[in-house]
């Protein structure tokens, strides 16, 4: 069965770094484009960022774009979301998903950003 989890979110200030992971398995990953999606306290999910399959292209959603960067190592199934200048507002539960959904498939992570 499909797979997807989570890891890398914690505790960092204003302006700080994170780097997610999420390992991948049960389906062919490589065939499969991939997404970030998050879920900030008492809101909806939003859909983060996603790459192709073959890592050729990567899409942002305007409240990330020029501090998110989306990659992927299909020899590792993982797919990785590497956030710089984090803001208050990125405070959230962090998933991964297939395609470019915003539906979540495993556990998340969280990731707070607070001073």
Aim: glycine share 12%.
């Amino acid at each position: 069965q499909v797979q997807l989890v989570e890891s890398g979110g914690g505790l960092a200030q204003p302006g700080g770094s994170l780097r997610l992971s999420c390992a991948a398995s049960g389906f062919t990953f490589s065939s499969y484009a991939m997404s970030w999606a998050r879920q900030a306290p008492g809101k909806g999910l939003e859909w983060v960022s996603g790459i192709l399959s073959d890592g050729s292209d990567t899409y942002y959603a305007d409240s990330v774009k020029g501090r998110f960067t989306i990659s992927r190592d299909n020899a590792k199934n993982t797919v990785y979301l590497q956030m710089n200048s984090l803001k208050t507002e990125d405070t959230a539960l962090y998933y991964c998903t297939k395609g470019f959904t915003a539906t979540p498939w495993g556990q998340g992570t969280q990731v707070t950003v607070s001073s």
